[in-house]
């Protein structure tokens, strides 16, 4: 039978996260947590590359959450792996680059996290530092340790961007927690935050009507942080 949608709740797709050792899924409560917190219902996807399959899965959802999680291949930004690098997830990239061609040809709401930021940038031109303790050393704390809903660093927000205008301040304290970041900003994207030394720490898409990303973990400060929960909720208000 054909789907028939429910008018009710909208419906937020989340990409999974991939456990090497163990061969399996897994999936960080704080992502869905913060969704069901705004009104709306998280779906974890499967980890795919069919695409019909990820279209029709897409068709039922009213945006999309890219999730943090394994390091971005290289070769998604004609790099060879350096030693520093993760092990990537291929399927994941693949995955994730057939859903951000959905977002982007129909202009379903996409909302990046840590590795989203720095997927977003990689798939669409841009390039990636592998390692920033090798590639860009700086005495600001990107790698926090545990509990992560409490600040490390700060960010300066760019005037005349749509996060700026949601959260109405020049700086905003985040939490950190990741080794990657945008080295080379892709040209199909635009800055929306700077951290302290130097990174390009939220971007949007200007052609398409919600396509944001952010290096920091809204997702963990969601429950003690106002510009936190205003950021999911500009997500699923489109």
């Not at 545990?146 to 301040?169: C, G, M």
């Given at each position: 039978?054909?789907?028939?949608?429910?008018?009710g709740?909208?419906?937020?797709?989340?990409?999974?996260?991939?456990?090497?050792?163990?061969d399996?899924?897994?999936?960080?409560?704080?992502?869905?947590?913060?969704?069901?917190?705004?009104?709306?219902?998280?779906?974890?996807?499967?980890?795919?590359?069919?695409e019909?399959d990820?279209?029709?899965?897409?068709?039922i959802?009213d945006?999309?959450?890219?999730?943090?999680?394994?390091?971005?291949?290289?070769?998604?930004y004609?790099e060879?792996?350096?030693?520093?690098?993760?092990?990537?997830?291929?399927?994941?990239?693949?995955?994730?680059?057939?859903?951000?061609?959905?977002?982007?040809?129909?202009?379903?709401?996409?909302?990046?996290?840590?590795?989203?930021?720095?997927?977003?940038?990689a798939?669409?031109?841009?390039?990636l530092y592998q390692?920033?303790?090798?590639?860009?050393?700086?005495?600001?704390?990107?790698?926090?340790?545990?509990?992560?809903?409490?600040?490390?660093h700060?960010?300066?927000?760019?005037?005349?961007?749509?996060?700026?205008?949601?959260?109405?301040?020049?700086i905003?304290?985040?939490?950190?927690?990741?080794?990657?970041?945008?080295?080379?900003?892709?040209?199909?994207?635009?800055?929306?935050?700077?951290?302290?030394?130097?990174?390009?720490?939220?971007?949007?898409?200007?052609?398409?009507?919600?396509?944001?990303?952010?290096?920091?973990?809204?997702?963990?400060?969601?429950?003690?942080?106002?510009?936190?929960?205003?950021?999911?909720?500009?997500?699923?208000?489109?």
């Amino acid at each position: 039978k054909k789907f028939m949608r429910n008018m009710g709740k909208k419906i937020i797709g989340v990409v999974p996260l991939w456990d090497d050792e163990k061969d399996s899924l897994w999936m960080l409560p704080n992502y869905l947590d913060a969704i069901i917190s705004e009104g709306a219902l998280p779906i974890v996807f499967p980890l795919s590359t069919d695409e019909n399959d990820l279209r029709q899965l897409a068709s039922i959802c009213d945006g999309i959450l890219f999730t943090g999680g394994h390091d971005v291949s290289p070769s998604l930004y004609n790099e060879c792996k350096c030693d520093v690098c993760g092990e990537p997830c291929v399927e994941r990239d693949a995955m994730e680059g057939i859903l951000l061609d959905i977002c982007i040809n129909t202009k379903k709401p996409a909302l990046g996290i840590c590795r989203g930021i720095q997927f977003f940038n990689a798939y669409l031109g841009g390039t990636l530092y592998q390692d920033l303790p090798t590639d860009h050393p700086s005495s600001v704390e990107h790698h926090m340790t545990a509990p992560y809903n409490r600040y490390i660093h700060k960010v300066s927000l760019i005037k005349d961007t749509p996060l700026y205008d949601l959260l109405q301040t020049e700086i905003l304290p985040v939490n950190s927690y990741h080794h990657q970041a945008i080295a080379i900003l892709s040209p199909k994207l635009a800055p929306m935050a700077i951290s302290e030394d130097g990174i390009v720490e939220a971007v949007y898409c200007p052609e398409h009507s919600f396509l944001w990303a952010v290096q920091w973990h809204p997702e963990f400060l969601y429950g003690c942080d106002e510009p936190s929960k205003k950021i999911f909720r500009a997500f699923l208000k489109v």
